[in-house]
């Protein structure tokens, strides 16, 4: 089936978007024709494609709250006719010493409110997040509704996650930071020195991927062997089509503490 | 993507290696026509059977066409304006752009009109009803 969408353009373009559903399309003979038609008369061109797929198992050693796994595929045979090309994602191992690591803990986190206005809205999570909170379901209600995050606390953490992830050594490491590069002070944040233990991921990165990660995280972070796991996303900006109807994010931070809770920080969407 | 361990002991990093490995490890780069992604081989054995994620890499989205597939099967095309018209699937003998090619004509039969209601009313004097309602009132 072609479902033909209003015009909406994107904020900063004319595009149009079409969307062509495959699984539903060939099931209906006119419109597979006609789509068949329109596209492969040459006028999109042959474009680059990346692409990921991962087969769907039954869940063998499934725990409560996962229904199936995913399994990475190796696309072999099915995939001749294309000719396509393996990359490998590019994975990293770093250590970083001697850092001043902030001590997050649910005390410092949260803050008393006098108004409790419910759940705020937002922008649709992304599928990442919608897995990661059928993996902590109970997560929500153990945050009573006269408490709300501490934002000093917040914009500190944020600040400290940014600077790691850009290597600003000196705003990490707690010494002398240029005004040029924050204005923020480590006042909000009591740290203790630790070293860092960093894995980086890049390539075509799909939320199951990070899912995955999120969950491996968790288990170390149950397991007290980390206090606390902190995993980042980044990519280029997808149009609002895909942010608000697939939960696609470009950029959000997870943070995965201890007792099934987690903080999400990610920008306000207007 | 990123992922940051505090830990008390630097040396532990190779063990925490092992649990962060990733499930998948790899993905796939091709050049293609859309159709192909349209064949039956393609939707049957990958689209069908598993989650695709696929996109056009290296494509400004507001210049140039996008692409990109979602495990639910939805192949979204981003297009300029151009190209949308050119590819045909706008054509007017599309069923469900049927009632907005009726709109434009109507407009002809009123010329230079620039107001909404000259229009309606205009219509609304040369319909039958309308000369039924007056001529009731002449012959009272």
């Not at chain 1, 990346?50 to 099915?78: F, K, M, V």
């Not at chain 1, 995280?217 to 902190?230: N, R």
């Not at chain 1, 942010?243 to 696609?248: I, P, Q």
Request: with cysteine; aromatic share 10%.
């Amino acid at each position: 089936m072609i479902k033909l969408l209003r015009f909406s353009p994107f904020n900063y373009s004319s595009t149009k978007v079409h969307c062509i559903n495959l699984k539903r399309i060939s099931k209906h003979k006119k419109e597979y024709d006609r789509a068949v038609w329109a596209l492969s008369r040459g006028v999109i061109g042959q474009p680059d494609v990346i692409l990921s797929w991962e087969t769907i198992s039954p869940a063998a050693d499934t725990n409560d709250h996962t229904h199936q796994i995913l399994r990475g595929s190796e696309l072999g045979q099915q995939f001749e006719c294309l000719s396509a090309k393996k990359l490998a994602l590019n994975s990293e191992r770093k250590t970083l010493r001697n850092l001043q690591v902030p001590i997050i803990n649910t005390e410092k986190m949260l803050q008393m409110v006098d108004h409790p206005s419910g759940q705020s809205k937002g922008p649709t999570p992304s599928r990442s997040l919608q897995k990661l909170q059928q993996l902590i379901p109970d997560s929500k209600e153990k945050t009573t509704p006269q408490q709300s995050l501490n934002p000093d606390f917040m914009a500190s953490l944020e600040e400290w996650i940014g600077a790691l992830h850009n290597r600003v050594r000196n705003y990490v490491e707690a010494a002398e930071v240029d005004l040029d590069v924050s204005s923020l002070t480590h006042d909000s944040l009591e740290s203790v020195y630790m070293h860092g233990c960093i894995f980086d991921y890049e390539g075509f990165i799909t939320p199951n991927f990070i899912a995955h990660q999120l969950e491996q995280m968790k288990k170390l972070v149950d397991g007290a062997q980390v206090p606390y796991g902190i995993l980042t996303a980044w990519a280029f900006e997808d149009h609002s089509r895909s942010s608000l109807e697939y939960g696609v994010d470009a950029y959000y931070t997870i943070v995965i503490l201890p007792n099934d809770q987690y903080l999400i920080i990610r920008p306000q969407k207007t | 993507m990123e992922v940051f361990f505090p830990v008390a002991n630097a040396g532990l990093g190779y063990k925490f290696a092992e649990v962060m490995e990733p499930l998948t490890k790899h993905f796939y780069a091709f050049k293609c026509e859309p159709s192909v992604l349209l064949s039956n081989e393609f939707i049957t054995q990958l689209v069908e059977t598993g989650e695709l994620y696929a996109l056009a890499p290296y494509r400004k989205l507001d210049v140039d066409t996008t692409l990109s597939l979602y495990p639910n099967g939805d192949l979204v095309l981003g297009l300029q304006k151009d190209t949308y018209v050119a590819l045909g699937l706008n054509s007017p003998d599309s069923g469900a752009m049927k009632s907005k090619s009726t709109l434009p004509v109507k407009m002809r039969e009123f010329g230079n009109c620039t107001s909404i209601r000259y229009p309606r009313s205009d219509l609304f004097i040369q319909s039958p009803f309308f000369e039924e309602i007056y001529s009731q009132n002449t012959n009272s």
